[in-house]
T-cell receptor, first 114, second 109 residues
Framework: ETGVTQTPRHLVMGMTNKKSLKCEQHLGHNAMYWYKQSAKKPLELMFVYNFKEQTENNSVPSRFSPECPNSSHLFLHLHTLQPEDSALYLC?????????????FGPGTRLTVL | GQNIDQPTEMTATEGAIVQINCTYQTSGFNGLFWYQQHAGEAPTFLSYNVLDGLEEKGRFSSFLSRSKGYSYLLLKELQMKDSASYLCAVMDSNYQLIWGAGTKLIIKP
């Protein structure tokens, strides 16, 4: 595997379900990010991890819970979501979060909340 | 507040040239990025400008004017595979990327 991978690619869940999104980067980067992408809207930064430490939480509701066990893996745990949470969830990585390097994105998880 | 503006959609003809504009107002500036995103795929990096001027990379060029808060992405010799969304993003003083909503480029034969 190369680059940034995400699983699952598609997820349909009910509002009472609990599910997790997984991201893995094979680039040796130290920073990882979760973004939400809704149709015709700018990417919304949700969480930033740098060297496994959370450095940013952009007022994300507590029904989204991130986890970063090491610099290569990032999870987003989901519970009691709302239909408006349906979106494409993108994971990205970069060398570190305090520099101007480019971010590399995974293909995303298309989430539908019923 | 921070704001990135770019056109929602543009149409161009195969073989032609198209310019996608981006204007920004941000808290600080640490560079401007352009990404390409095909439908259902990951955004991929195209260019980075931190100094004023034109950066050329094959068929794609990116221009920056920091005093005007303005950038454009120039695509030459358009090909059908260039049909995609083009995302403009500015890195602010906290090294966070502030994103535009993207410009959907439609290429017609």
């Amino acid at each position: 595997e190369t680059g940034v991978t995400q699983t699952p690619r598609h997820l349909v869940m009910g509002m009472t379900n609990k599910k997790s999104l997984k991201c893995e980067q094979h680039l040796g980067h130290n920073a990882m990010y979760w973004y939400k992408q809704s149709a015709k809207k700018p990417l919304e930064l949700m969480f930033v991890y740098n060297f496994k430490e959370q450095t940013e939480n952009n007022s994300v509701p507590s029904r989204f819970s991130p986890e970063c066990p090491n610099s290569s893996h990032l999870f987003l745990h989901l519970h009691t979501l709302q239909p408006e949470d349906s979106a494409l969830y993108l994971c990205a990585s970069s060398q570190d979060s305090g520099g101007a390097g480019e971010q590399f994105f995974g293909p995303g998880t298309r989430l539908t909340v019923l | 507040g921070q704001n990135i503006d770019q056109p929602t959609e543009m149409t161009a003809t195969e073989g032609a040239i198209v310019q996608i504009n981006c204007t920004y107002q941000t808290s600080g500036f640490n560079g401007l990025f352009w990404y390409q995103q095909h439908a259902g795929e990951a955004p991929t990096f195209l260019s980075y400008n931190v100094l004023d001027g034109l950066e050329e990379k094959g068929r794609f060029s990116s221009f920056l004017s920091r005093s005007k808060g303005y950038s454009y992405l120039l695509l030459k010799e358009l090909q059908m595979k260039d049909s995609a969304s083009y995302l403009c993003a500015v890195m602010d003083s906290n090294y966070q990327l502030i994103w535009g909503a993207g410009t959907k480029l439609i290429i017609k034969p």
